[in-house]
């Protein structure tokens, strides 16, 4: 979805560096999140946010960290990055009108990092 | 958590219906039945989303029973361009969204 944007689009890095990943959307959505996918599997939740200030863990918030600065945007930081955190990161906003599940999310092109 | 069971993968030829099934026992009263297309390297789509009965949709059809135990995405006449990773989510609460391993559909000529 073009409404959501994703910089780099590719990083590669090296283990130790603290490294970011940004996300910003012109939706207007309040919620935001972020996933991580490797390969051949599905998406797994990483961090989640419902509104500024609010900052929500996911399935696996271990080793990473996020911050939401506004509404629009939603960054992803990997405090020390590890090899195991090689993959494809996706950023998502959603468009809700009741509970949770009650939504739909629209993603954004992905950031491929890697991590020697 | 309501675990998902969705086949591994299908095939199926141009024009054919698919039916995708997604068996969730363990779903809860406000969870919400979700399906997303995926096609590589890129982010997931989303395509039709019920909570009972049956929806339709301008691309596809999600048929729910009553005891809201499965439910069935039906891809009517499809394209190679169909070719996709579809996945089935049951939440209600964010911190109990799970994407698993998806259904990978081939569609040949």
């Known amino acids: 979805d073009a409404d959501v944007t994703q910089t780099p689009r590719n990083r590669i890095t090296k283990t130790g560096k603290r490294i970011m990943l940004e996300c910003s959307q012109t939706k207007g959505h309040d919620r935001m999140y972020w996933y991580r996918q490797d390969p051949g599997l599905g998406l797994r939740l990483i961090y989640y946010s419902f509104d500024v200030k609010d900052i929500n863990k996911g399935e696996i918030s271990d080793g990473y960290s996020v911050s939401r600065q506004a509404q629009a945007k939603f960054s992803l930081s990997l405090e020390s990055a590890i090899p195991n955190q090689t993959a494809l990161y996706f950023c998502?906003?959603?468009?809700?009108?009741?509970?949770?599940?009650?939504?739909?999310?629209?993603f954004g092109p992905g950031t491929r990092l890697l991590v020697l | 958590l309501a675990k998902t069971t969705q086949p591994i993968s299908m095939d199926s030829y141009e024009g054919q219906e698919v039916n995708i099934t997604c068996s969730h026992n363990?779903?809860?009263?406000?969870?919400?039945i979700t399906w997303y297309q995926q096609f590589p390297s890129q982010g997931p789509r989303f395509i039709i989303q019920g909570y009972k009965t049956k929806v339709t949709n301008e691309v596809a059809s999600l048929f729910i029973p009553a005891d809201r135990k499965s439910s069935t995405l039906s891809l009517p006449r499809v394209s190679l361009s169909d070719t996709a990773v579809y996945y089935c989510?049951?939440?209600?609460?964010?911190?109990?969204?799970?994407f698993g391993s998806g259904t990978r559909l081939s569609i040949r000529p």
């Open positions: 989510l049951v939440y209600s609460s964010a911190s109990k969204i799970i």
């Open positions: 363990n779903i809860a009263t406000n969870d919400y």
């Open positions: 998502a906003t959603s468009d809700h009108w009741g509970l949770a599940g009650e939504e739909t999310q629209y």
